[in-house]
């Protein structure tokens, strides 16, 4: 059997035109075949054989290698879908209706309608809108179909001199890699870019007496409410800003989140006290719509639940940072310290993987009990 030699399709944009890059180690056979290919150029700056980026031109690839050497398509079309985070009302206008300073370089319009098209949530917008604009004003005078991965890395040489954290910089590749492989339709464009090391951080918790100390110094019925609900249900503060009155239901004691990150829905926990605690809530302030609505009926933002669980915890005295957050994972490292199966926890905090809820075991009391301690 004849050997099959081998070339890889990558995407580039040169001379502001998206190209197709054909890689292969040098070989008379397929530099032959290579310059039959239509109008194929050699690019001095990426090293790379290059034909114009068309439907035709693709299948005059396959064509002019068909049976002589294997086609390496694994950077060149999408191989997995896009990290939808599931909630449907993500809001560009923010972006839109900001002032800048004149000389200051947008978000172009296109990626801003890519991540709402996408149902990106709230803050995914934000944050990626943030981070992309960083970058295009680094490069002002460029434009950023021009700019390749040694641009991009030093960019984040920058920022890493600049001592950001290492979330920040895995937001800022996301932010770009957005705009040239989801905005450009360039798949797998930036296949080489470096990553810092994840960082393992542990959960940060606070005892279920603190918890039950920051429930009974909330200003009111509604704040009480919402506080007990972060920690009873293990919600993530989206989720309690996005819960609707037919989510809760009595019957069967359980809450409805709907499209929770991940784009899932899932069931957790009502707790008896506070569902007596809702029921008051419902007499006094008579929501229509969501459960939690702010003036005149509109949505609860994420800024006041955060002001609210600040202040009740200085009010309970306790000064270390506690945030809506905190609360979620109290829950869950006090239900695995009460035996719950962490398949149930889970479930529960609605995990794809239950490595993630492993995590928990690292927090939880109970390993720790059963030794004693040198000193004591």
Known sequence: MEKLYNITLRHYIINNEKCIGILFYPNKVIQALAKQLPQVKWSEEYQVVYIKNTHQNLDAIYSTFRGVAWINTRY?????????????????????????????????????????LKKYSNNTIRSYVRCFE???????????????????????????KKK???????????????????????????????RPIKEHKLPKVISKKEVLAIINNTANIKH???????????????????????????????????????????????????????????????????????PG????????????????????????????????HSFATHLLESGTDLRNI????????????????HVATNAFNTIKNLLD
């Open 346 to 361: 889970q479930v529960l905090l609605g995990h794809n993987s239950l490595k993630t809820t492993e995590i928990y075991a």
């Open 164 to 194: 950001v954290s290492n979330s920040y910089i895995n937001q800022a590749i996301n932010a770009i890699k957005f705009y040239y492989e989801i905005v450009l339709d360039m798949p797998n464009r930036f296949y080489d870019m470096e």
């Open 224 to 294: 009480k409410c919402i506080v007990a609900l972060l920690y009873s249900a293990g919600l993530r503060r989206a989720e309690l800003l996005n819960l609707k009155l037919t989510d809760i239901d009595s019957e069967r004691m359980v809450i409805r989140i709907e499209s929770a990150k991940g784009n899932k829905d899932r069931y957790s926990l009502l707790s008896h006290n506070v569902l007596e605690d809702l029921r008051i809530y419902f007499k006094q302030w008579r929501p229509q719509k969501y459960l939690f609505e702010g």
């Open 76 to 116: 060149f079309f999408k191989n997995r879908p896009v990290n939808i985070q599931g909630n449907s009302n993500g809001d560009i206008r923010w972006a839109e209706d900001r002032i800048l300073k004149v000389d200051y370089k947008r978000c172009p319009k296109e990626y801003l309608q890519k991540l709402e």
């Open 134 to 160: 960083q970058y295009l004003n680094h490069y002002k005078d460029a434009d950023p179909t021009e700019l390749n991965e040694l641009h991009i890395k030093e960019y984040l040489s920058t920022l890493i």
């Open 297 to 328: 009926g509109t949505p609860y933002t994420g800024t006041s639940v955060e002001k609210i669980v600040k202040s009740a915890a200085r009010k309970a005295g306790i000064f270390k940072p506690v945030s809506p957050h905190m609360l979620r």
